[in-house]
């Protein structure tokens, strides 16, 4: 095989490690002699589909924190300890074969393929069906920012009638602040956004209609809300369903129109955001019977009572699904929302501290760590 390379790649890297199952604060350590990924850890048949990148930005996900805390092991585990934490990434490559659509100094974005793992070290192996290359004038932490998150927030976007009323739930999170943007795009009349952080939700880029800080005010009691009830309720928290059912068991009026007048539930997150796969009937449990059960019961037994049920899998792996992403940011309609206190540095208590605001589930936005600073050379 032929490949392009750099001529000065190294044998070793710095990297931010897990080197076990278990708290931030113990397992995750900065560590100064991981190996550097290479093509030749490819098999041969399949390295046309991957590239080695030096690394410039890391956007963390809730995947990462559950690698970490060991609750999704059975599926999402790592192969062995230590591991590289961090699974969306953007960066330039550096190495890749001669017939691949990349070549070595491009800078490309890449959401995690298969494990959201390996991506916080000076250099990265990344799958090429889930990369592109990122549009002038867009930083790379702006690029990492949109990996998975921007990705999902496009795939529900095209769910989105023309003139609807939205509320997310979720807004001021990472799929959340980039949906909305989207939503908004395709057309829908009037949304409304639940976080904690109420008053960004009104502000550039994301401007909802309204915000409404969910720990202060109850939206599901809301008069006008009531009055006048969505058409689709978008749900990134994994709270919305279980309080409608409790509401409609309890013969309340909902906030969201039933399913017999056009009412819909979408979401693409679980009840339990940190929820455990012991083996595979944990992961059909949770993604597949209870959700089956659910858009089953909604469209039959209950269409007069509450709105359809519909979980969303929104991480297509796919290239064009990137492409699509991206475009948006070179054509404008969507702004990279990074959390405030973020670009996070690549010391193992920046990351720790990245990891922990993803864990507490406030994140504003995305949080990213900056790795390296861009090189024309």
């Not at 956004?193 to 401007?207: F, M, N, Q, T």
Request: proline letters at 6%; glycine letters at 8%.
């Amino acid at each position: 095989m032929l490949f392009e390379q750099e001529s000065n790649m190294k044998t070793t890297m710095r990297a931010v490690q897990g080197k076990d199952y278990g708290p931030i604060d113990e397992m995750v350590h900065l560590v100064e002699d991981a190996p550097v990924p290479c093509l030749n850890d490819i098999p041969i048949k399949d390295r046309k589909n991957w590239a080695v990148i030096r690394t410039l930005a890391v956007a963390l996900a809730p995947a990462d924190v559950r690698v970490l805390s060991g609750k999704t092991r059975a599926l999402q585990g790592p192969p062995s300890f230590p591991y590289t934490v961090g699974g969306d990434v953007c960066g330039q490559v550096v190495e890749v074969e001669t017939d691949c659509d990349f070549k070595v100094g491009d800078v490309i974005n890449a959401r995690f393929y298969r494990k959201p793992m390996g991506a916080l070290g000076q250099y990265a192996l990344v799958n090429t069906k889930c990369c592109d290359l990122v549009p002038a004038g867009v930083s790379p932490e702006g690029a990492a920012a949109l990996g998975s998150s921007g990705i999902a927030a496009n795939v529900i976007s095209k769910l989105i009638r023309q003139g609807e009323r939205i509320l997310v739930i979720g807004a001021g999170g990472g799929v959340g602040s980039h949906f909305c943007q989207l939503a908004r795009h395709q057309g829908a009349s009037y949304i409304a956004g639940l976080a904690r952080d109420a008053s960004r939700l009104v502000e550039k880029p994301i401007c909802c209609d309204v915000g409404i800080d969910y720990t202060k005010e109850d939206p599901w009691t809301k008069s006008e809300f009531l009055e006048q009830p969505f058409d689709v309720v978008v749900d990134f928290a994994g709270t919305g369903w279980l309080r409608m059912l409790q509401d409609s068991k309890a013969g309340k009026k909902l906030v969201v129109k039933t399913a017999n007048q056009g009412g819909r539930y979408l979401t693409s997150a679980t009840d339990e955001p940190w929820f455990a796969i012991r083996g595979i009937w944990d992961a059909l449990k949770i993604f597949m019977f209870t959700t089956l059960w659910r858009a089953t019961y909604s469209r039959l037994t209950t269409r007069n009572l509450l709105p359809t049920y519909s979980f969303v899998m929104a991480l297509p792996e796919e290239r064009q699904a990137m492409r699509e992403t991206l475009s948006l940011v070179r054509n404008k309609v969507l702004t990279p929302c990074i959390d405030p206190a973020g670009p996070f540095p690549f010391t193992t208590e920046g990351v720790r501290s990245a990891l922990k605001l993803q864990e507490s589930r406030h994140v504003r936005g995305k949080a990213v760590i900056h790795v390296a600073e861009f090189s024309s050379q």
